[in-house]
C-alpha cells in the first residue's frame, strides 16, 4: 500500500479489490508452473480496473454535468476508440511475460491498492507531488468561490491534463519499465497509448471549456472526492 503525502485514485468494488489481492497473492507463491493462466487473470483484472477508471473519469462527470446528445454520442465513440486502444495494449502486454516478470508486477498493483482507515470502499491509487496536490486544492476553492470561469478554467484544464501525464506514468511507463519487451510489441503498444492519452486530453478540453460556473462547481465535489491523503 503506498505512504505518499498526497493520493490521486478512484474506486472501485470490493469484489475487484479482493480478486486482485487474490490474484497477485497467487502470482507471488506460484512456482512458474501457472504463468500463463495467470498472465491471463491478471490481464483481466487490469481490464476491470480500467473500466472502473472510466466510471470515475468519464462516465460519472457526464452523469453530473450531462452533455448535449450531439456532444455525448462524439465524446462516447472517442471513450469507446480509448478503451479500445487500451485494452489491446493490456491483453499484449501481459501475453509474455515471464514468472519473475509476472511477480513484481503483482507486487506493484499491491502497491497501488488502498483502502482509507476506517472505510470500507477500496481505490486504486498512485502518488502526486505536492504542488499539483495544492494547486489543484486551490483550484477547487476558486471554481467555488468564483463565478467568472474564463479567470481559471484554463488552470483545470492544465491540472487534469497534468493528471493524465501522471496516469499514463503509473499505469503504463512505470510498469512497463519493469519487463522486458520486443522492439515492436514496445512501438505498438507506445502508439496505443499515446492515441489514448491524446483522446483524452482533447475530450477534457472539449468537455470542460463551455461549462457554466455551476456545472464546474458540481464537477468539483466529484474531483475533490479522487483527493486523497493516507491519513484522511
Known sequence: MTTANALWGF??????????????????????????????????????????????????????????????????TGIKAILAAIQMVIKQFFSKRSDEELKELSAYLEHMLWQRPGSAEPHLVFSVHAELHQRALALIAQVRTESDTSAYIDGVIDALCEIVDLSIVHYYRQPTSKVSMGRVSKKTADVGISTAEKGIRKLIDRLLRDLKHEQLMELSYHLESLIHTPES
Open 11 to 76: 474506486p472501485i468494488d470490493q469484489d475487484l479489490h479482493t480478486s486482485a489481492r487474490e490474484t497477485a497473492r497467487r502470482i507471488q507463491t506460484d512456482n512458474g508452473q501457472s504463468t500463463r493462466e495467470l498472465s491471463q487473470e491478471a490481464a483481466q483484472v487490469v481490464v476491470k480496473l480500467t473500466q472502473h477508471g472510466l466510471q470515475s473519469y468519464y462516465y460519472r462527470p457526464t452523469e453530473i454535468v450531462p452533455l448535449t446528445p450531439a456532444l455525448k454520442k462524439t465524446a462516447d
